[in-house]
């Protein structure tokens, strides 16, 4: 946790802070009910595999949430969303951008290997998001460190590793500012 505050806390002013809204977590669990052919969150919380996988598709698409209400667009199409397969990443003037989300406390977890940029997100609670800022391609791969790597995150040493550079993420405040990032 040192770590985390260290890098992440003490770059907090310059993050974005959303609260998802109540109908964008029932848009989650209804995704994840239909793809898992359950009627009903109770029967999602029978499964204990549902929970988990109910809590690792939040942490993919809360961001993406979190992003709509902050630049006022909207970046998902409910009807093709599919939680067993989905990716976090948006189209901005044509470009690919992906969302990479954290649970508070931990470093995001990234490629080595990075051809597309990225938007770093922290989830805070269930349904607030820091949204950190926009890194590009040359500062994903030049600000990363295995160390910080945890349980099951350790099995893909060789191509994930974790992204620790908040300090040279780019703030942005809505889409026109977060396009001039892209050029």
């Not at 260290?6 to 209804?30: A, H, P």
Request: with cysteine; proline share 2%.
């Amino acid at each position: 946790m040192k770590n985390f505050i260290l890098k992440v806390l003490s770059n907090r002013d310059s993050f974005q802070y959303e609260t998802v809204s109540y109908k964008g977590t029932i848009k989650i669990q209804q995704a994840v009910l239909s793809s898992l052919k359950l009627n009903n969150i109770n029967e999602l919380r029978d499964l204990y595999e549902g929970v988990a996988f109910i809590d690792k598709f939040s942490l993919k698409i809360l961001s993406i949430l979190a992003l709509e209400t902050f630049l006022k667009l909207e970046l998902i199409d409910w009807s093709i969303v599919n939680p067993k397969t989905y990716s976090p990443s948006i189209f901005i003037s044509g470009k690919r951008v992906n969302v990479i989300m954290s649970e508070y406390g931990e470093f995001p977890v990234i490629d080595k290997m990075n051809d597309e940029p990225a938007i770093i997100t922290i989830k805070k609670g269930t349904k607030d998001v820091w949204i950190c800022g926009f890194a590009d391609v040359t500062t994903l791969n030049s600000h990363q460190n295995d160390d910080f790597l945890k349980g099951s995150m350790t099995k893909n040493i060789d191509s994930k590793t974790t992204f620790i550079g908040f300090e040279h993420l780019k703030s942005f405040k809505n889409i026109e500012e977060l396009e001039r990032l892209l050029k």
